[in-house]
Antibody, heavy 118, light 110 residues
Framework: QLQLQESGPGLVKPSETLSLTCTVS??????????WGWIRQPPGKGLEWIGS???????YYNPSLKSRVTISADTSKNQFSLKLSSVTAADTAVYYC??????????WGQGTLVTVSS | QSALTQPPSASGSPGQSVTISCTGT?????????VSWYQQHPGKAPKLMIF???KRPSGVPDRFSGSKSGSTASLTVSGLQAEDEADYYC??????????FGGGTKLTVL
């Protein structure tokens, strides 16, 4: 059974960089079938797609976040990561990692709350 | 890219049917067969209910169905049950390798 688990600091200071890692078990991120991505949800609000990475290393980002986002993968550890720079309070959210195929995310991590505050 | 438009709330009694709409543009919903629907219970991760407009993943009851007409996609839940009470989100390919979500609809089972 495929499992995804987010990890990283739960508190980040304004203007700093948010860094999260998603560890995948029960399947390989090197599979050519799937995309691996990040989605976030501010408290009490809706979902927002952040971006995805394909097994080839190609990355795709939400245009509204593109200047601040980097998604990378470490196939040796079966992990992929998110970096979001210059964070503000508006970046406070539950961050999910997920596996997707043709845009449908069929496996999700449990989510991790990241709060931006000094 | 703008979020897809969903009604904030919907409701129905047990056993009834309810339909939730998701309106976009010709650049996303209207121009794509990659429309998905997710169910989210409080404090939980979203769960995929419909993909490619009308396909159900294994394990999703056939009470859940999806359709699309023009730039509006719809999720219909038939034979409402108490456990269907949740937030529902649509998602669509938005072009240029981008994906967009709807604002979400809170479904209440009366």
């Amino acid at each position: 059974q495929l499992q995804l688990q987010e990890s990283g600091p739960g508190l980040v200071k304004p203007s700093e960089t948010l860094s999260l890692t998603c560890t995948v078990s029960g399947g390989s991120i090197s599979s050519s079938t799937y995309y691996w991505g990040w989605i976030r949800q501010p408290p009490g609000k809706g979902l927002e797609w952040i971006g995805s990475i394909y097994y080839s290393g190609s990355t795709y980002y939400n245009p509204s976040l593109k200047s601040r986002v980097t998604i990378s993968a470490d196939t040796s550890k079966n992990q992929f990561s998110l970096k979001l720079s210059s964070v503000t309070a508006a970046d406070t959210a539950v961050y999910y990692c997920a596996r997707s195929i043709v845009g449908a995310s069929d496996y999700w991590g449990q989510g991790t709350l990241v709060t931006v505050s000094s | 890219q703008s979020a897809l438009t969903q009604p904030p709330s919907a409701s129905g009694s047990p056993g009834q049917s309810v339909t939730i709409s998701c309106t976009g543009t010709s650049s996303d919903v209207g121009g794509s067969n990659y429309v998905s629907w997710y169910q989210q219970h409080p404090g939980k991760a979203p769960k995929l209910m419909i993909f490619e407009v009308s396909k159900r993943p294994s394990g999703v009851p056939d009470r859940f169905s999806g359709s699309k007409s023009g730039s509006t996609a719809s999720l219909t839940v038939s034979g409402l049950q108490a456990e269907d009470e949740a937030d529902y989100y649509c998602s669509s390919y938005g072009g240029s390798n981008n994906w967009v979500f709807g604002g979400g609809t809170k479904l209440t089972v009366l």
